[in-house]
């Protein structure tokens, strides 16, 4: 091999390795969000999750989801759920709170 085919390689070779990065990357997956109170924008740890989560606790204690539940009744109880959940009529979060608890109580 001459001298200017070593230079070649050695050129070649340097370009090579200059060429190559290795990169890591940790994704991290949020969890879904499962209960109601996350869903509609309460923080947990705070006085209002804890309000919000009892609340929707004894809602779902007290059989909200019975056979015989008329469409306005679970249109009311639901809009009276996100008002004692203390979300504000109107809002995104109230609106969002209201689909969500329809959603629950239609009985399947």
Same mark, same amino acid.
């Given at each position: 091999?001459?001298? !200017?085919? +070593?230079? &070649? ?6 370009? $090579?390795?200059? /060429?190559?990065?290795?990169? %890591? =990357? ?7 969000? @499962? @209960?109601?109170?996350? *869903? *509609?924008? *309460?923080?947990?740890?705070?006085? $209002?999750? %804890?309000? /919000? ?6 809602? #779902?204690? #007290?059989? =909200? ?5 008329? =469409?306005? %009744? &679970?249109?009311?109880?639901?809009? @009276? ?5 203390? +979300? &504000? !009529?109107?809002?995104? !979060? *109230?609106? #969002? /709170?209201?689909? !969500?608890? &329809?959603?629950? %109580?239609?009985? $399947?």
């Amino acid at each position: 091999m001459s001298y !200017r085919g +070593l230079c &070649i390689a050695i050129v070649a070779g340097a370009l $090579a390795a200059a /060429c190559t990065h290795t990169e %890591r =990357r940790t994704v991290v997956v949020p969890s879904p969000v @499962d @209960d109601s109170c996350t *869903y *509609y924008g *309460y923080t947990p740890g705070t006085e $209002a999750y %804890r309000v /919000c989560v009892d609340r929707e606790a004894a809602a #779902r204690a #007290r059989g =909200r989801m019975a056979r015989t539940y008329a =469409r306005d %009744r &679970i249109v009311a109880d639901s809009q @009276d759920a996100c008002v004692s959940y203390g +979300l &504000i !009529r109107g809002s995104e !979060r *109230y609106e #969002r /709170c209201v689909q !969500r608890e &329809i959603n629950y %109580r239609n009985p $399947a």
